[in-house]
């Protein structure tokens, strides 16, 4: 039972490091301090987009552990970190994609206070990009 603990730990301790990588991906994104956006001037599609690449990011981490673990704990939790930069990086690459085919700047679009639909189409390709990582490590 104790290696369990110790495994969950380091497990959780490496996806809130993919997070925080993946928050920080997303704030050299756009203008502005993201954090600033979303808990002081109350930016919803900041949210959005932010709590998408939260969830994505999980459903990757939670992927290449729950299909590695028979594997021994050092190579699941190698696999997460590999998978999980790679989902940042898609997921960086999507958003570079998708604001060179929509009008305007998405990164500004997207630190709006008012609510804009851009947030939901991010979200949407966010999600989708991750939902395509998951399906690539799913035996």
């Not at 993946?22 to 987009?49: C, W």
């Not at 939670?62 to 790679?86: E, H, K």
Request: glycine share 12%.
């Amino acid at each position: 039972m104790l290696a369990s603990i110790g495994y969950a730990a380091a497990y959780t301790g490496v996806g809130i490091l993919l997070l925080v990588v993946g928050g920080l991906a997303l704030d050299l994104l756009t203008p502005g301090h993201l954090a600033r956006h979303i808990y002081v001037e109350r930016s919803i599609n900041a949210g959005i987009a932010l709590a998408a690449g939260f969830l994505g990011q999980g459903a990757i981490a939670f992927t290449t552990i729950w299909t590695n673990a028979t594997s021994g704990f050092g190579t699941a939790l190698g696999y997460t970190v590999v998978f999980g930069l790679l989902g940042v990086l898609l997921q960086v690459v999507a958003f570079v994609v998708l604001d060179l085919l929509t009008p305007g700047k998405l990164g500004e679009t997207l630190m709006q206070v008012p609510f804009h639909p851009a947030s939901l189409v991010t979200a949407a390709a966010t999600l989708a990009v991750s939902a395509i990582i998951v399906a690539s490590i799913w035996p």
